[in-house]
């Protein structure tokens, strides 16, 4: 059975008495990609760990078309500034597995497809921590990716990386969402929005402004923010 | 002035001959500490974890518990050991005061606190880093916990390392309650203490020596975990 429709009905988030998103009424169907964008402080972080279901709800509810406790396996988080876990570049990707009890070996070879794929094979035992900013990106992908999940959230996977690590994030993306993978990512970058969007989600002040497939979106955005975005302005 | 030359001389005459006294009580100290330290870590790494990862009730009063224990001169809980050994204490049917077992008890109170309290500061840092994955991943407490004290190894041998340290070197406890006999529960703290009180400066300086040279061992290990212990390879 399907992990969609994802449906948020109210939900908020608040923290020290500011409320950083919500209330969101919000359904999410269908294959593709449903990019955030919004200016800095706008809310889409917490948009995104909200319908993960990693933030206490103040109000409302997210729920999705199975248990709770299933629906979370089979989502992945790619945060913004990537986890590296003190082990090597392999046993980073393979630790997904091995919670779900996959043995040691198993788990490893086929971390290192994953390694491979993502162009660190070289670096495979390497610990972590040594890896550039792509390239902990790159592995916090392949990492969320290995347990293929129906759900994949990014929050500015490509946010302070060159050209290079962008196409190569991008086409890893894409190829997931050949496969299968619903994906649902925050972003900055215009260009980005442009290749990637099925659907585009504007956040400002806490709250979903648009929420418009990106062709109706491209074609005439109907809030003051969604044109600066689409100017390219600086965003307050 | 000539005979502090000649205690060194013979010191160092002892180490190198490896004479056998010598070798003996520092194996012995060495035993002691070792299992003292196992116990101990037994008991303070899980807890560390568990006090980092967990929010229950009791954690701040467990964590402010620990720092007293630590600040608790070691002579008292030689004491305190001491009065439940004794012959006349709850446990005094086993038998065990002045045995090994006692001075392994005291070393492992004295220290359990301390690891604890070390291997805390890191683990929870660790967890402030790891907290949104494992939240992600679904992770169990017992899951979480195998993957701090895992991923926390050199942090935690650090910690495990500076309790030896302070267990070995230590002199108050274990001579209340191993009573330093000869070929029993004598160590290399209590005999150099009781060598001194002699007058048999070779001796006790050798043991001076062992002594020195492990607290230096311990310390070099201590500093190059530090050293790696992000980027390390194991
Ligand atoms: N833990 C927190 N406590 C208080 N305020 C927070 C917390 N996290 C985020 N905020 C605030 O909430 C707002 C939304 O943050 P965020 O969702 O990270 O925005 P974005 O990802 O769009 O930049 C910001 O003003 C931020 O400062
Ligand atoms: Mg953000």
């Given at each position: 059975?399907?992990?969609?429709?994802?449906?948020?009905?109210?939900?908020?988030?608040?923290?020290?008495?500011?409320?950083?998103?919500?209330?969101?009424?919000?359904?999410?169907?269908?294959?593709?990609?449903?990019?955030?964008?919004?200016?800095?402080?706008?809310?889409?972080?917490?948009?995104?760990?909200?319908?993960?279901?990693?933030?206490?709800?103040?109000?409302?509810?997210?729920?999705?078309?199975?248990p709770?406790?299933?629906?979370?396996?089979?989502?992945?988080?790619?945060?913004?500034?990537?986890?590296?876990?003190?082990?090597?570049?392999?046993?980073?990707?393979?630790?997904?597995?091995?919670?779900?009890?996959?043995?040691?070996?198993?788990?490893?070879a086929?971390?290192?497809?994953?390694?491979?794929?993502?162009?660190?094979?070289?670096?495979?035992?390497?610990s972590?921590?040594?890896?550039?900013?792509?390239e902990?990106?790159?592995?916090?992908?392949?990492?969320?990716?290995?347990?293929?999940?129906?759900?994949?959230?990014?929050?500015?996977?490509?946010?302070?990386?060159?050209?290079?690590?962008?196409?190569?994030?991008?086409?890893?993306?894409?190829?997931?969402?050949?496969?299968?993978?619903?994906?649902?990512?925050?972003?900055?970058?215009?260009?980005?929005?442009?290749?990637?969007?099925?659907?585009?989600?504007?956040?400002?002040?806490?709250?979903?402004?648009?929420?418009?497939?990106?062709?109706?979106?491209?074609?005439?955005?109907?809030?003051?923010?969604?044109?600066?975005?689409?100017?390219?302005?600086?965003?307050? | 002035?000539?005979?502090?030359?000649?205690?060194?001389?013979?010191?160092?005459?002892?180490?190198v001959?490896?004479?056998?006294?010598?070798?003996?009580i520092?194996?012995?100290?060495?035993?002691?500490?070792?299992?003292?330290?196992?116990?101990?870590?037994?008991?303070?790494?899980?807890?560390?974890?568990?006090?980092?990862?967990?929010?229950?009730?009791?954690?701040?009063a467990?964590?402010?518990?620990?720092?007293?224990?630590?600040?608790?001169?070691?002579?008292?809980?030689?004491?305190?050991?001491?009065?439940?050994?004794?012959?006349?204490?709850?446990?005094?049917?086993?038998?065990?005061?002045?045995?090994?077992?006692?001075?392994?008890?005291a070393?492992?109170i004295?220290?359990?606190?301390?690891?604890?309290?070390?291997?805390?500061?890191?683990?929870?840092?660790?967890?402030?880093?790891?907290?949104?994955?494992?939240?992600?991943?679904?992770?169990?407490?017992?899951?979480?916990?195998?993957t701090?004290?895992?991923?926390?190894?050199?942090?935690?041998?650090?910690?495990?390392?500076?309790?030896?340290?302070?267990?070995?070197?230590?002199?108050?406890?274990?001579?209340?309650?191993?009573?330093?006999?000869?070929?029993?529960?004598?160590?290399?703290?209590?005999?150099?203490?009781?060598?001194?009180?002699?007058?048999?400066?070779?001796?006790?300086?050798?043991?001076?020596?062992?002594?020195?040279?492990?607290?230096?061992?311990?310390?070099?290990?201590?500093?190059?975990?530090?050293?790696?212990?992000?980027?390390?390879?194991?």
């Amino acid at each position: 059975m399907s992990l969609l429709p994802m449906v948020a009905t109210g939900a908020s988030v608040r923290r020290q008495g500011k409320v950083l998103i919500g209330p969101v009424d919000l359904r999410l169907d269908g294959q593709g990609v449903t990019i955030v964008i919004g200016p800095n402080g706008a809310g889409k972080t917490s948009l995104l760990k909200m319908l993960h279901g990693i933030v206490r709800l103040r109000t409302g509810s997210v729920s999705w078309n199975c248990p709770v406790e299933e629906a979370r396996e089979r989502q992945a988080f790619v945060f913004q500034q990537p986890v590296m876990m003190r082990r090597s570049v392999v046993d980073n990707v393979a630790y997904p597995l091995r919670l779900i009890g996959v043995p040691r070996r198993a788990a490893r070879a086929e971390a290192l497809e994953w390694v491979k794929r993502i162009g660190l094979e070289a670096a495979a035992d390497r610990s972590a921590n040594v890896l550039s900013g792509g390239e902990r990106q790159k592995l916090a992908l392949a990492r969320a990716l290995i347990r293929k999940p129906e759900v994949l959230f990014l929050d500015e996977p490509c946010a302070s990386l060159d050209g290079r690590a962008t196409r190569e994030i991008e086409a890893l993306l894409q190829d997931a969402v050949a496969a299968g993978t619903r994906l649902v990512m925050s972003t900055h970058n215009l260009g980005q929005a442009l290749r990637l969007a099925n659907e585009i989600i504007l956040v400002a002040r806490g709250q979903i402004q648009e929420h418009r497939s990106a062709g109706d979106f491209f074609a005439g955005p109907e809030t003051p923010e969604g044109r600066a975005f689409l100017r390219g302005d600086i965003v307050e | 002035m000539s005979e502090l030359w000649e205690g060194i001389t013979r010191a160092i005459w002892l180490v190198v001959t490896l004479d056998a006294d010598l070798v003996e009580i520092t194996l012995r100290s060495l035993r002691v500490t070792l299992s003292a330290l196992v116990v101990a870590s037994l008991i303070a790494l899980p807890l560390a974890a568990v006090l980092a990862v967990r929010r229950f009730w009791l954690r701040r009063a467990t964590i402010a518990v620990l720092n007293a224990l630590m600040g608790l001169p070691p002579v008292v809980v030689g004491l305190l050991v001491y009065v439940v050994l004794s012959r006349d204490g709850p446990l005094g049917v086993l038998g065990l005061l002045f045995t090994p077992t006692a001075m392994i008890i005291a070393q492992v109170i004295i220290i359990v606190p301390l690891i604890a309290s070390i291997a805390h500061q890191s683990l929870r840092e660790l967890w402030s880093d790891y907290h949104d994955l494992l939240i992600s991943l679904h992770t169990s407490q017992f899951q979480r916990i195998c993957t701090l004290l895992w991923d926390g190894r050199r942090a935690l041998l650090t910690a495990a390392l500076a309790g030896f340290g302070r267990a070995i070197g230590e002199v108050g406890a274990i001579m209340v309650v191993g009573g330093n006999i000869d070929h029993h529960t004598r160590v290399l703290t209590t005999a150099i203490a009781l060598e001194t009180g002699k007058g048999e400066f070779a001796l006790a300086l050798g043991l001076g020596f062992v002594l020195i040279g492990l607290a230096v061992a311990v310390n070099l290990c201590i500093h190059w975990l530090g050293q790696t212990e992000r980027t390390g390879r194991w």
